[in-house]
């Protein structure tokens, strides 16, 4: 099973680590995968250096990630969030492993080298000095051999590049990438809304299913960030994983049916 | 073979990372540690905390690393630089694997829970939120199913407490244990001297030589980190590690006599 976490969830994630502790000590074999745009956010407006953001033309936002915010981003999600949820699992008594996908080759990805920005004011740029990429291969046989060995790996969205170069990935897709390659029965996003809603603004209107051939319907739905999460459920579906649950609730109850759950077939 | 470098030498570090890729490509098992003290200071000057040290009635000085300084070091050696030097070292075709004491329990340590400080008008209080600790066990099976499995470890300094707390442990230390657990050939630490000087003012007064067992005669000639050094070096032999080399010269003039050769037997 790959987890998905947000980074932001200080408050609400010891909870979680005690599920995920109960779900290892009953012999489930969990790779989870976490976030850190909050942090990413305050460290670099801490450091002087506001965040900024690149608008595809086709409507979809990213951070701009030029070498300078490239450094804060690894510093916060691999220096901080990662060795902060290893030790807390390691303290709940699961033996975490905290990996970045430079190592050992984890995650591999293709740099965008030129990016079209879009302006406010509708005008398209080109952004060239934008180390995001896009995965385009998994070691599974690390995390096998991880997963083999009794360890839980903790795996921060940052790839390696073709050229040795340190890029920022996105984590729900990186998440994807994963249960893709290891073939997990299940793929968990949880985020800060109980599911995919049809009026974002009323947490009441949570759509239970979606066929995975019907996900393309749905996508109107998705505002913001959730759009990349669906993306990152539509590569899951469409490389094998079964099973996409998207929410908030607390894990039995997500993996009981809560949320919204993407299902094939 | 385990190889200290320090956590400021982006400039050198191009060359030795080529030799590492050579010994690597030669069939080497490596281990590489790294410090990172001078991010680390510059990088909570930047956050607005000045670095503070404590030191002890012995003399012996110490990063003072409340919660706040271990965010911090956590950022700079784990997410910065051990991103970074992984991420350089692949870009050479070696193919690294960066981790922290947390992942895996790679380096359990105990918790300096009172510590003494000396006052420079000699006054010593007790400082008791200070997350340092002294390395108690290593997590040798996963360096040696890494090490199997063709993967270079790169370790940043960062350990496990007895409570799941996050630790600051000193990187030459740190080496000296990993060089005890894997029995390595030798432990090599790079600094930016050439090597234990007679004369620290004077750079061409290197002892050469230095028998295991007459180590504790030199002591007096270690100033500063050096002593840490030494420190480390002795516990690596006293553990069965045959050789210690420290200097700053090109590791493959290192492995050749250069710089300071400490060795039992």
Redesign the interface.
């Known amino acids: 099973m790959v987890i998905k976490i947000g980074g932001n969830a200080e408050v609400a994630i010891s909870g979680l680590l005690l599920e995920i502790a109960h779900l290892y000590r009953g012999g489930q074999q969990v790779v989870l995968v976490h976030g850190g745009s909050g942090l990413t956010d305050s ?1 670099s407006v ?3 250096r506001a965040p900024r953001t690149i608008t595809s033309p086709g409507g979809m936002t990213s951070r701009y990630t030029d070498a300078e915010m490239l ?1 804060i981003f ?7 969030i ?3 949820v ?3 699992l ?3 008594g699961v ?6 996908g ?4 984890l995650l591999v990805a293709r740099r965008k080298e030129a990016v079209r920005s879009v302006t406010p004011d509708g005008r398209v740029h080109v952004v060239r000095d934008d180390y995001t990429g896009r995965i385009e291969c998994v070691n599974g046989a ?1 995390l096998r ?2 997963l083999a ?1 009794g ?1 839980v790996p903790v795996v921060a969205p ?1 790839a ?1 590049g073709q ?4 890029l920022n990935v996105d984590g729900d897709r990186a998440a994807a990438a994963i249960a893709v390659e290891l073939q997990a029965e299940a793929l968990v996003i949880l985020t800060n809304v109980p599911g995919l809603l049809t009026d974002p603004q009323d947490s009441n209107t949570t759509i239970p299913t979606i066929a995975a051939e019907k996900l393309d319907e749905y996508m109107p739905y998705a505002q913001g960030r959730m759009r990349k999460k669906l993306l990152g459920a539509n590569e899951a579906l469409q490389g094998g994983v079964a099973r996409v649950l998207i929410g908030n609730a607390p894990l039995p109850d997500l993996l009981g049916g809560e949320g919204t759950v993407i299902s094939s077939g």
Chains 1, 2 share one sequence.
């Open positions: 460290l801490r450091l002087g450094s690894a510093m916060a999600v691999a220096g901080e990662n060795t902060q290893v030790s807390w390691q303290g709940d033996n975490a492993l905290g990996l970045s430079v190592d050992g080759r690390l051999q991880l060995a360890y940052l390696l050229m040795g170069e340190r």
